[in-house]
């Protein structure tokens, strides 16, 4: 996984990336890093 949650429920990111948010419905929302291609 490329991002961690806080204690305080802060998502970070575990490695350098793009960060890319979607809406799944009643699912709720994913948040996914996308890493950098080099």
Same mark, same amino acid.
């Given at each position: 996984?490329?991002? $961690?949650? $806080?204690?305080?429920?802060t998502i970070f990111a575990k490695?350098? $990336?793009?960060?890319?948010?979607?809406?799944?419905?009643?699912? $709720?929302?994913?948040?996914?890093?996308?890493?950098?291609?080099?």
């Open positions: 996984m490329n991002a $961690g949650l $806080g204690k305080d429920d490695i350098e $990336g793009r960060v890319r948010f979607e809406n799944h419905g009643a699912r $709720g929302r994913i948040i996914s890093i996308l890493p950098i291609e080099s």
